[in-house]
């Protein structure tokens, strides 16, 4: 009986499916995780379709080898308009998975929205945390930008206007090469190594908490405890590199998260304003990890997205 009576009133809760959402408000969100999960599993949230097909409008480049190294091919994906007749500006995306799993393809629906938009889109693979250790993540984020800015010209690519992006481990990724490379210094071959805007999406910018200390997928990132590396904990922190040069950022984060705090994006939040840098920061009441499966959380990222990157990358 009891459960009958969480259901009547999650649906009570949520009202009619077909009503008119505005993307521009927080969606509302669950008292608890209990409650989400109920509406999850009774089929009362509409989920974002991200099983996409690429537009007949799209151009893609799939599969590009950018490194080898280990015996191991990295490649990447680049998508934009076939009739793009100009340099347009760039957003990496990199895929979450706790940096142990996913794939590239994880964010296709990111990446075809957004070249609809007139962008050009690439999405990255990297060595996984059980294939190598940290900073083997990091080294091949660098090594993927260096890519597509030497190879700017092949793709309509504007090096000058680039955005990061990632979730949850991607998230973290993104912001830390934003971040250790905040002075945008040329490369060997001139090309400057900075970008100019980061979206974060739920990820972790702080290794040092001591939620972080004791969680075993940031121990397999590492390949040691807290305990053991303290130095390369504090290394692996995108928010110990924050400074005045660091490009603005915005994040979103639900208050349900149970794997990444939410008090992560909102310290880093502080941090970055009292750096003076533009930070927007997005707090969704009631919402768990990986929140943007909901369509309505994916909506809204990308209504606040739009306008971040319309001020800081057009």
Request: charged content about 20%.
């Amino acid at each position: 009986m009891r459960i009958f009576f969480y259901i009547l009133i999650i649906l009570l809760h949520l009202g009619c499916k077909s009503k008119q959402y505005d993307p521009s408000e927080p969606p509302e969100g669950f008292a608890n995780n209990f409650n989400l999960k109920i509406a999850y599993s009774i089929g009362a949230i509409d989920q974002t379709q991200t099983k996409v097909e690429v537009p007949e409008n799209i151009q893609e480049y799939k599969d590009l080898v950018y490194k080898a190294i280990d015996s191991t091919t990295l490649k990447l994906d680049i998508y934009h308009l076939k009739d793009l007749n100009r340099d347009a500006p760039l957003i990496v995306f990199i895929h979450g998975g706790a940096w142990e799993k996913g794939k590239k393809s994880n964010v296709l629906h990111y990446l075809v929205n957004y070249a609809k938009k007139g962008y050009v889109t690439a999405t990255i693979q990297y060595r996984l945390s059980t294939k190598a250790k940290y900073p083997a993540q990091l080294v091949d984020v660098e090594d993927a930008v260096k890519w597509l800015k030497s190879h700017a010209a092949d793709y309509h690519i504007n090096n000058n206007k680039v955005a990061i992006t990632g979730g949850s481990a991607g998230g973290h990724l993104a912001m830390q090469y934003a971040y250790s490379h905040s002075n945008n210094e040329p490369d060997s071959n001139g090309i400057a190594t900075g970008v100019q805007a980061v979206i974060n999406i739920y990820g972790p910018s702080d290794l040092t908490t001591e939620i972080a200390k004791n969680e075993e997928r940031v121990h397999r990132l590492i390949g040691k405890t807290y305990e053991e590396a303290p130095e390369m904990y504090r290394k692996a922190s995108p928010i110990l590199f924050v400074n005045k040069n660091s490009p603005p950022t915005i994040s979103f984060h639900g208050t349900l998260d149970e794997l990444v705090p939410y008090e992560q994006s909102k310290k880093l939040h502080e941090t970055l304003k009292a750096n003076g840098v533009p930070s927007y920061y997005h707090e969704l009441k009631g919402w768990p990890h990986a929140m943007d499966l909901s369509a309505k959380v994916f909506s809204y990222i990308q209504y606040h997205t739009d306008i971040f990157l319309e001020q800081h990358l057009k």
